[in-house]
């Protein structure tokens, strides 16, 4: 939600008397709409510069969000803008070229038949994982109705390491969240500890591939064997849901051989960003489910498209269209070659840091980017006690780069982590001037004969 207004501002915002021309206001109000028009150049330039304040989004290392893209991608976007999404009936186009790409994503995760298998663009992972959990309920309800069971204290099994966006599921759809504690042994969701938290009311496990905290790929086939066990003990057959926001664009070009996706029988569905390792600008996701029956046909509406009707499952129903456009470019322009050498190029600059980092006795690496191009690391226990890894982060911002230190999730909630996300745009020079940033900052701080005072902390969210 928004800040309160801060009273310490005026309430109008003071124009440069270079930006008004002649017969413009010289000030406009800050939280109502001004009464008379201005001239486009003036309301561009005050937008740009209050912009300008923004972080550089290139620095920002706390963003898996795609930050950089060729020109002709932003001709693209440029031409293309005003198209809605779901108006499919003005832009078959449009449409086609989303089923097209949603089907380029089934085969890179092996759906078994790409053709029967069914999917969608969101507006991000977050949607894409609300109509991936939403399929798990509605499915276990269906079956829970046709055995005559209560359908009223729907489960949903992950890590405590999830995303928010599986805490928000949960709360929204009145799904009972169950997390499997994360351990220094048990870093990720691997299968321990499962069988206590799975029962007849699981709706299904998430896991996820590129753990938001870290970067860490949980080991999706290791969990579908523990949920063997379970079903052989049980009866019980429970489905897993991939969270590859970052990982699933990731995996398929640098881990070709691991089996994370469709490949894992119980994998019934799996979500991605396009705008992570998709290499999109903000704004796109895509949900993929292995087979059209594991999308109960309860869930489905339909849009007219070309006079007949097309069945559509989202939560928004105007998006910008561009997007789609835009991953449909990158498809086209990088093929798999070209991702894997951009996913490889950022993993070769994401292990340099790790291993930079990892040599300096201030620190201990939490992993080593050998996943997705993203790592931690926490202070090496008793390196200092006179400064943080959130005074890092502060010192850092100062040169401009945005490097978040959080807490761990609940069950290692003292311990504090910094993450770097590596993407394509960060050079190996960039790295290595971020890395003599560090190594000056650590020189400083261990200098310190007495801790630093407590600075407000920026909450980082994930
Ligand atoms: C594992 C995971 N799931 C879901 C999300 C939410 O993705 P989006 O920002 O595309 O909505 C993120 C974002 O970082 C993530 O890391």
Redesign the pocket.
């Given at each position: 939600m928004a800040h309160r207004p801060d009273p310490r501002d005026p309430a109008d915002v003071t124009l440069n008397p270079l930006f008004a021309r002649p017969g413009e206001a010289r000030s406009l109000p800050r939280y109502r709409l001004g009464e008379q028009p201005m001239l486009p150049e003036t309301a561009y330039q005050i937008v740009h510069d209050e912009a300008m304040l923004d972080g550089n989004a290139r620095l920002n290392l706390a963003t898996?969000?795609g930050t950089w893209m060729d020109d002709e991608a932003r001709r693209v976007y440029a031409e293309a803008f005003d198209k809605n999404m779901i108006d499919k009936d003005e832009y078959p186009q449009t449409a086609a070229i989303e089923e097209r790409c949603w089907r380029m994503v089934a085969d890179l995760w092996h759906a078994p038949d790409p053709a029967t298998a069914i999917g969608c663009s969101t507006?991000?992972?977050?949607?894409?994982?609300m109509l991936g959990g939403l399929a798990l309920k509605r499915r276990w309800q269906e079956s829970r109705r046709a055995q005559g069971k209560p359908v009223d204290r729907p489960n949903l099994v992950m890590r405590s390491a999830?995303?928010v966006?599986?805490e928000k599921f949960c709360n929204y759809w009145d799904v009972e969240p169950r997390y499997v504690p994360i351990s220094e042994e048990h870093r990720t969701l691997d299968g321990h500890g499962l069988r206590e938290h799975v029962d007849e009311n699981t709706i299904g496990v998430v896991s996820?591939l590129?753990?938001?905290y870290t970067g860490m790929y949980e080991p999706v086939a290791k969990v579908s064997a523990a949920l063997d066990e379970i079903q052989k003990e049980t009866g019980l057959d429970v489905r897993i849901h991939v969270?590859g926001?970052?990982g699933a664009m990731v995996a398929p070009f640098l881990q070709p051989e691991l089996a994370w996706d469709f490949r894992v029988p119980r994998v019934v569905s799996i979500?991605t960003?396009g705008?992570?390792y998709g290499l999109v600008y903000p704004g796109l996701?895509w949900v993929v489910w292995r087979d059209r029956s594991l999308l109960p046909e309860s869930l489905v509406f339909t849009v007219t498209y070309l006079g007949g009707d097309m069945p559509t499952f989202a939560l928004n129903f105007s998006r910008p269209g561009a997007q789609v456009l835009l991953q449909y470019f990158q498809f086209l322009r990088l093929g798999r070659e070209g991702y894997r050498e951009v996913q490889q190029a950022s993993q070769d600059v994401a292990k340099f840091l790790a291993a930079g980092i990892g040599r300096l006795d201030a620190f201990e690496l939490w992993n080593d980017a050998s996943d997705i191009p993203v790592f931690a690391w926490r202070q090496a226990p008793g390196h200092s006690h006179n400064w943080t890894l959130y005074d890092l982060s502060d010192r850092l911002r100062q040169k401009g780069w945005l490097v978040p230190a959080y807490p761990m999730p609940d069950d290692l909630a003292d311990l504090t982590v910094q993450r770097i996300v590596v993407r394509n745009g960060l050079s190996r020079d960039m790295a290595r001037s971020l890395l003599d940033d560090i190594e000056e900052s650590v020189r400083y701080f261990d200098k310190l004969t007495e801790p630093l005072p407590d600075a407000p902390r920026s909450s980082y969210h994930?």
């Open positions: 898996f969000v507006i991000g992972s977050s949607e894409a994982c999830v995303q966006v599986w996820i590129g753990v938001t969270d926001a970052s979500n960003s705008h992570k996701g994930h």
